[in-house]
T-cell receptor, first 113, second 111 residues
Framework: DGGITQSPKYLFRKEGQNVTLSCEQNLNHDAMYWYRQDPGQGLRLIYYSQIVNDFQKGDIAEGYSVSREKKESFPLTVTSAQKNPTAFYLC????????????FGQGTRLTVV | QKEVEQNSGPLSVPEGAIASLNCTYSDRGSQSFFWYRQYSGKSPELIMFIYSNGDKEDGRFTAQLNKASQYVSLLIRDSQPSDSATYLCAAFSGGYNKLIFGAGTRLAVHP
């Protein structure tokens, strides 16, 4: 089945640790996105990538890093510089053309302990 | 000014009524628009997309786009309690080449 897979579903991070969230898609999509959602809030764009080996900062990129070495994969690292990382993280992918919809993974819920 | 704006709600409608959800956007370069439904604790799922002025119907859902007014809406006919969720409006910004979401409108359909 084609789809977009995020792992893990739940993640706990200690203060000062870096953690990496995985996002893999087998839809042959060019574009991939990372969003953050806080309780009762909308989606805020962290990073996005329209093509392999290229990515752009979104609205809240500070404290996060990404890579796009393969078309299928767009991992997100939450660094220790991100002071309030507890949130629901959503990865999405779409065809590069503008008139196509984005599909979401099931999300990763990150909690700082 | 937020790039995509929605009333946060909650919008409360009785079962069987029409729910009307609205969205405005600021980037005139936006060409395609999407409505997603998100249940609590789950990821968003696509309901409809629209990129031409006018109406687009799919079952109980109708999306409406008015580019001159920079306005997008979603109508849900014969609302059911299972429609209770947060509805997210998204616009693909041609100028910035990225997908931008509004904060979402929470819909509550009561029996």
């Amino acid at each position: 089945d084609g789809g977009i897979t995020q792992s893990p579903k739940y993640l706990f991070r200690k203060e000062g640790q870096n953690v990496t969230l995985s996002c893999e898609q087998n839809l042959n999509h060019d574009a991939m996105y990372w969003y953050r959602q806080d309780p009762g809030q909308g989606l805020r764009l962290i990073y996005y990538s329209q093509i392999v080996n290229d990515f752009q900062k979104g609205d809240i990129a500070e404290g996060y890093s990404v890579s796009r070495e393969k078309k299928e994969s767009f991992p997100l690292t939450v660094t220790s510089a991100q002071k309030n990382p507890t949130a629901f993280y959503l990865c999405a992918s779409s065809m590069r053309q503008m008139n196509t919809e984005a599909f979401f993974g099931q999300g990763t819920r990150l909690t700082v302990v | 000014q937020k790039e995509v704006e929605q009333n946060s709600g909650p919008l409360s409608v009785p079962e069987g009524a029409i729910a009307s959800l609205n969205c405005t956007y600021s980037d005139r370069g936006s060409q395609s628009f999407f409505w997603y439904r998100q249940y609590s604790g789950k990821s968003p799922e696509l309901i409809m997309f629209i990129y031409s002025n006018g109406d687009k119907e799919d079952g109980r859902f109708t999306a409406q786009l008015n580019k001159a007014s920079q306005y997008v809406s979603l109508l849900i006919r014969d609302s059911q309690p299972s429609d209770s969720a947060t509805y997210l409006c998204a616009a693909f910004s041609g100028g910035y080449n990225k997908l931008i979401f509004g904060a979402g409108t929470r819909l509550a359909v009561h029996p």
